[in-house]
């Protein structure tokens, strides 16, 4: 375990292809930011775990700054033990951008509408939020204009076993990929439309169809199969199969054949962590470098599993 600015520097250094050194003693204190807040790398892929911190206190400019050249860095954070009010949980949300009110607003949290509730649990018969979410690879809010920039998901109640979300790092993903493949798709843009989940979801009985106005908002959109971040500049594929809908300009076959070879080599081991949830985890991933999929090998009937997510507003992916 390490400090957080040290660990962003190491993978600064490491992407400058600079030797990597051993990682610091465990539980070493952090300078930059809050003195107890400690990171450990979550996955050789992507992610790491910071411990130290109650992400109901306030934040100062420095520790927020620290907290994001990480996210930038890793990928993903992983907070434990957050027993943060939905209030709390949206503060902390909304020091990093724009908050999404999700278009399923019938999943989203009363007063509260920051708050999309992903959740298997009815209440008087009645399904008390999204049911059926991310059970496929997805980049949250793909099928929007301007893609989501990062999401952060509460575990408020999990399955004792399965329910465990896996994100794939999309920048580990494009640079393995060999130099003709990366020309090849350079330029190619892909469709991507909610429509196309929903309609699955609602055949599982898990979902209402869209309505017409929820419709209205999530009109097919298109953007590049192969995306900058806006932060690190660093190169990523751009790949959510459950929104996706083909690949502009190519027959089906062809699209079909492309998308899923790299949907395929994208979610191998190497490039994927798999996180197994806890009660008050809160996970923070960025949506323009990871895609993810949340396991549906629990019991629907049996298990509960209760999620509170917030969605960061992105911007045009370039
Ligand atoms: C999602 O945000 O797409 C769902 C993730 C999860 O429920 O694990």
Known sequence: MSTVGETVGADR?????ARTRRQAPERRR?????????????????????????????????????????????????????????????????????????????????????????????????????????HYWHSDLSYMAEPSLGSLLRAIEVPEVGGDTMFANLALAYDALSAPMKSFLEGLEAEHHFAKVQSRVVSLGLNKPLTPEQLAKTPPVVHPLVRVHPETGRKS????????????????????????????H????????????????????DNRTLMHYALDDYDYDEDRRHMHRTTIRGEGAA
């Open 13 to 17: 250094s490491r992407e400058a292809g």
């Open 30 to 134: 952090a300078a930059a930011a809050d003195p107890g807040m400690t990171v450990a790398r979550a996955s050789r892929a992507l992610g790491v775990t910071v411990g130290g911190i109650d992400l109901s206190r306030h934040f100062s400019d420095a520790e927020i700054a620290t907290l994001r050249d990480a996210f930038n860095t890793h990928g993903l954070l992983l907070f434990r033990d957050q027993d943060v009010s939905p209030e709390a949980h949206v503060a902390f949300s909304k020091r990093f951008g724009e908050l999404e009110h999700h278009v399923l607003n019938d999943a989203l949290l009363d007063g509260l509408p920051e708050i999309y509730i992903l959740s298997n649990l009815k209440k008087d018969g009645k399904r008390v939020g999204r049911a059926g979410a991310g």
């Open 266 to 285: 994208a979610s191998g081991p190497r490039f994927v962590y798999r996180h197994q949830w806890k009660p008050n985890d809160v996970v923070f991933w």
């Open 237 to 264: 594929l751009f790949l959510s199969p459950g929104f996706t809908t083909g690949v502009v300009g190519m027959t089906p076959e062809e699209s079909a054949a492309l998308l899923d070879f790299l949907a395929d």
